[in-house]
């Protein structure tokens, strides 16, 4: 059974969905692939491969042709988001999402077109698409220069999403990742929010890869101070000259409230508010992306040439929470986003990379204190 922060008693706020994760919300998928090759004793530029691409599919069975409400918020722009300008433009998304390393960008890229021309009907693919690609940094445990993930890889985490559990940790994109000088990678959770007789859902993803060791604050206890003797190589490295706090953040956030695309845009802002709760300060190395989408409202929100200039022009209609009545969801997303990094740090184990880079597991029974020896599972 898979240990999470809250198997250790992290005292964590809010209601979690049915599986604590993105997937709460009905009908998202997320789907991995995982390259994990080379036993770490290999020379400096030829490391062995500890990488992989990430899939979140907001509609798996018409994403292409049912756009979703979405919004982006820049933290901190050290870093890349494709599709974000497009999506600010018209306040939504038409692609799947890929998180993935820095330097795979480009496949991942190339991976989502070749999946769009590849769908039984391919009258639904679009004339141009603009894939949605994130990523983080995982050159200090990964060749990241190896050509490691390919296009073909893509396809495949995209054909792999599924409902349910997600895989947390060192799997997908968030294989070689490293979070408060530990083992980062994929974290997940949700919250469930009322509304009335309505009950809507708000789940976070993250590639957690960032922050500094001292700052590392748990449910709002600074337990960075308390670890600064804790192993912590890739602060202690010599041959490292990133500083402290380098690395990334990618943040994905859904929800099944229908939301005008402003206020996805003021979801995905909150996210900056649930990462600061885990302690970071933003480092300036540190490019931290969010985004946030909404499932509702199916066939609005439409962006297609009109191939009939003469037919009868017909208006789009948006159901969306008043934006008075958003607190809960605002509140939601900062939960989610704080425990899915929590997540990232808990599920994991220590990771030895290239050139014999080592990176230990957080120590989650030392931080909840010597009595707790095994989680209360």
């Not at 947390?168 to 530990?182: K, L, N």
């Not at 480092?283 to 509702?296: K, Q, R, V």
């Not at 040439?305 to 958003?326: K, S």
């Amino acid at each position: 059974m898979t240990v999470r922060a809250r198997d250790w008693g992290f005292p964590l706020l809010g209601e979690p969905g049915r599986f604590n994760a993105i997937t709460d919300v009905e009908g998202v998928l997320v789907g991995y692939q995982t390259t994990i090759a080379g036993d770490g004793d290999l020379s400096v530029g030829q490391g062995p491969v500890r990488t992989g691409v990430t899939a979140i599919l907001p509609r798996p069975e018409n994403i292409l042709t049912q756009p979703c409400a979405a919004g982006v918020h820049s933290f901190n722009g050290n870093g890349e988001l494709t599709g974000a300008h497009w999506i600010n433009e018209r306040g939504a998304m038409s692609s799947p999402i890929l998180i993935t390393n820095t330097h795979a960008v480009g496949p991942c890229h190339r991976g989502v077109i070749n999946w769009a021309n590849s769908q039984p009907d391919r009258s639904i693919a679009p004339a141009w698409i603009f894939p949605v690609v994130g990523e983080t940094y995982d050159g200090y445990l990964n060749d990241i220069d190896g050509d490691h993930v390919s296009a073909e890889q893509a396809v495949a985490a995209l054909e792999s999403g599924k409902s349910g559990p997600v895989l947390e940790g060192s799997v997908g994109g968030g294989t070689g990742m490293v979070c408060y000088g530990f083992k980062g990678g994929n974290g997940t959770s949700s919250r469930v929010v009322r509304y009335g007789e309505t009950r809507y859902t708000v789940g976070a993803f993250v590639q957690a890869n960032f922050g500094k060791r001292s700052e590392l604050t748990v449910c709002g206890d600074p337990v960075g101070s308390r670890l600064v003797d804790y192993p912590n190589p890739i602060e202690s490295d010599p041959n490292w000259r990133q500083p402290p706090g380098s690395g990334s953040l990618i943040v994905v956030i859904a929800t099944d409230a229908p939301l005008l695309p402003g206020e996805c845009e003021a979801l995905a802002r909150r996210a900056t508010l649930g990462a600061g709760r885990t302690g970071t300060t933003g480092s300036h190395f540190s490019g931290d992306i969010f985004l946030a989408f909404s499932t509702a409202n199916p066939g609005q929100l439409q962006s297609t040439p009109p191939l009939d200039p003469d037919a009868d022009l017909v208006n789009e209609n948006l159901e969306f929470v008043p934006w008075g009545r958003m607190n809960p969801l605002f509140e939601a997303a900062v939960q989610s986003v704080e425990e899915a990094i929590l997540n990232a740090l808990v599920v994991n184990e220590d990771m030895t990379g290239r050139d014999g880079r080592h990176i230990p597991a957080f120590p989650a029974g030392h931080v909840r204190g010597a009595a707790i020896q095994t989680p209360a599972v």
